[in-house]
């Protein structure tokens, strides 16, 4: 398993996706069962790094199926500073996928402490999350042994989704009818993942050229993808190690815009969605001005081998479980065309003075 890169786990996303997809009533079964009850108004949805990431991507769609507010917090900051919680109308989701982050540890011993309903969202091990927690929504990915996780953000997302649509049905706001569909809608954009994956290698591989002499970039996103551009600046800083950095799309029109240099690369994440009208005449401006301008997703009007057109299913719900897979995989072909070794940490002192960790991770 050592030789293992974060390529081998992008194309293992798909057959461990649609696996959770099929086995969804079973693995959220606790979850939906304590929901129907109908008395929480808010869920804290609380991570850190790419768990965080994979939180702010599924909070429109949870809201949407559970009709319940989804607050996120980091992990350090529910264990710390959040004060307003209620105890009688609060539930708290913990997400960390190997189940030994210290601080999302801590977070749980504080909604345990205030008697606030929990259930961690982890993989499927007797971790110390899951010893714990109130209770726990497996991640059923399994292990994932580099530090930067791709497999395992995607399938967090779907399984914080999945979460919702039982959630939804044990509630009665989806109908029988409605569940199929949505499982049905899943399966198409799931099957889907690893023809996105061919394409954005091709796609990288057309501009490697130009690509490997990236250093600063900026990624934006709108409406649930921009958790997507989030999480696809975090792969890039953790594995390329240079300058990137994400925004909302139209908080990047408020400055960050203005330092946009004829050096710096920006990616577009640009799903059909609402908001592409606008992303596409953004698109065409800087396009006109800037050599390093991309888009994942088509641009209309624009014909461009900087463009990955597809082929995505483009689901107006799920369509961050595919624009992703690009994203991950340029991180990957970026920094190993420049030869950067993973191996050698920045500041390998920082592990054992800040650890983040509650104990390693077994091999």
């Not at 577009?268 to 065409?284: D, H, I, K, M, Q």
């Not at 595919?322 to 050698?344: H, M, R, S, W």
């Amino acid at each position: 398993m050592a030789e293992y890169t974060m390529y081998h786990y992008v194309y293992e996303t798909r057959e461990a996706a649609l696996s959770i997809l099929n086995k969804s009533e079973e693995l959220c079964r606790g979850f939906a069962e304590e929901i129907s009850c109908g008395k929480y108004e808010r869920i804290w949805l609380v991570a850190s790094g790419t768990s965080y990431n994979a939180c702010l991507t599924a909070r429109y769609f949870m809201e949407k199926m559970l009709g319940i507010p989804c607050v996120l917090a980091t992990s350090y900051g529910f264990a710390h500073y959040e004060s307003v919680l209620d105890p009688s109308r609060d539930m708290m989701l913990a997400v960390t996928q190997e189940g030994e982050s210290t601080n999302t540890i801590d977070a749980i011993n504080r909604a345990n402490k205030m008697n606030i309903t929990n259930f961690v969202v982890t993989e499927n091990m007797d971790n110390t999350c899951t010893q714990i927690a109130g209770g726990k929504i497996t991640l059923d990915c399994g292990r994932e042994f580099m530090g930067p996780k791709t497999k395992g953000y995607t399938c967090t997302v779907l399984t914080l989704m999945l979460s919702a649509v039982e959630g939804g049905r044990a509630l009665g706001k989806i109908t029988s009818e409605e569940y199929s569909r949505l499982k049905e809608r899943l399966h198409s954009t799931l099957d889907n993942i690893d023809r996105v994956a061919a394409a954005a290698e091709e796609w990288f591989q057309a501009n490697k050229e130009d690509l490997i002499q990236c250093e600063k970039c900026y990624i934006l996103g709108y409406g649930a993808n921009y958790g997507t551009a989030v999480e696809g600046a975090l792969k890039s800083l953790e594995t390329v190690r240079m300058t990137f950095f994400s925004f909302e799309m139209e908080e990047f029109l408020h400055g960050p815009l203005a330092s946009v240099k004829p050096d710096v690369y920006t990616i577009l994440v640009a799903p059909p969605s609402y908001g592409y009208e606008r992303v596409n005449t953004l698109f065409r401006i800087m396009n006109d001005q800037n050599e390093h301008i991309y888009s994942i997703g088509a641009q209309e009007g624009i014909e461009s081998p900087h463009v990955l057109t597809g082929p995505f299913i483009n689901d107006e719900d799920f369509s961050p479980l595919e624009y992703i897979i690009p994203l991950q995989l340029f991180a990957y072909l970026l920094y190993t065309a420049k030869g950067i070794d993973l191996n050698v940490r920045n500041y390998p002192r920082t592990r054992d003075m800040l650890p983040t960790k509650a104990r390693p991770l077994a091999r």
